[in-house]
């Protein structure tokens, strides 16, 4: 599957959607109205732009339509995570981890967790 960029703003409607869905416009926007200020018009908006970009699809049902993720959340992640490593740490891991020791402490479940993974990937 090619890339799907999802601005922050649609990463909110998404989110929604991959917690529970078919969703309809309304459902959406009820459930992002606790969290953000935004019209109705503005989450119709973003649905739009979801569904050009492939991210999402619709169905009808009566005169509504039921919008369901074709994007899955694991696989944003991914694509995410290795865009955000590769721009800013040219694809390496140990100096992003370093620049979060330096920036703010890394507590100590931080540290044990670093290290099982680093076990769990040697053996």
């Not at 601005?7 to 078919?22: G, K, T």
């Not at 926007?29 to 200020?37: F, H, N, Q, T, V």
């Not at 492939?54 to 899955?72: F, N």
Request: charged share 30%; hydrophobic share 40%; net charge neutral.
């Amino acid at each position: 599957m090619e890339a799907i960029s999802i601005s922050e703003a649609e990463s909110a409607v998404m989110e929604v959607l991959w917690s529970r869905h078919p969703l309809a416009a309304e459902d959406i926007a009820a459930a992002l109205r606790s969290e953000r200020d935004w019209q109705d018009a503005t989450i119709k908006t973003l649905i739009g732009r979801l569904l050009k970009k492939g991210a999402v699809s619709a169905t009808q049902e009566g005169r509504r339509y039921l919008y369901s993720p074709t994007l899955e959340r694991e696989a944003w992640l991914t694509q995410e995570s290795a865009s955000m490593l590769e721009r800013l740490f040219g694809g390496r891991v140990a100096p992003l981890v370093a620049h979060f020791s330096k920036q703010r402490k890394l507590s100590k479940r931080d540290i044990a967790e670093l290290r099982r993974i680093i076990d769990e990937m040697e053996s």
